[in-house]
């Protein structure tokens, strides 16, 4: 299962596994508001980093669970590469769990839909 933002390097990948166990369900990827893209960068600036990808997430079976584990495809990505994932909640940007980064892919567990950035910093 791939679900593709058109004119993105952006994909989510495999099953997403919702609350511990792997399902059917198809996450979708939608356009962001350019609101939340500069403020995506504003964060990224905050941050010293950058941002790789902002996108909004939605399904249509699902619309509340407590962790779903998500396979973001990221073109360009590299194995060790430092990237951090934050969601848009009440109009301030909330850090997720990445779990994964490997060549091309990020994985995070998500708590709920929304705006993610996909924000690459710099070593501590």
């Excluded at 495809?73 to 909330?94: D, F, H, P, R, T």
Aim: glycine fraction near 6%; include cysteine; charge should be neutral.
């Amino acid at each position: 299962i791939a679900s593709c933002l058109v004119g993105s390097e952006m994909c989510i990948r495999d099953s997403v596994i919702i609350n511990g166990a792997p399902s059917n369900v198809t996450f979708f990827l939608l356009k962001p508001a350019a609101a939340a893209v500069a403020q995506a960068k504003s964060q990224a600036a905050t941050l010293g980093g950058k941002v790789l990808n902002v996108v909004t997430t939605t399904s249509q079976v699902v619309g509340k669970f407590s962790t779903a584990q998500v396979n973001f495809y990221a073109k360009g990505v590299k194995a060790g590469q430092l990237i951090k994932v934050y969601q848009l909640v009440n109009s301030e940007w909330v850090e997720l769990t990445v779990t994964e980064i490997r060549e091309d892919h990020v994985v995070v567990n998500l708590t709920s839909h929304g705006t993610l950035a996909f924000i690459e910093v710099p070593a501590a």
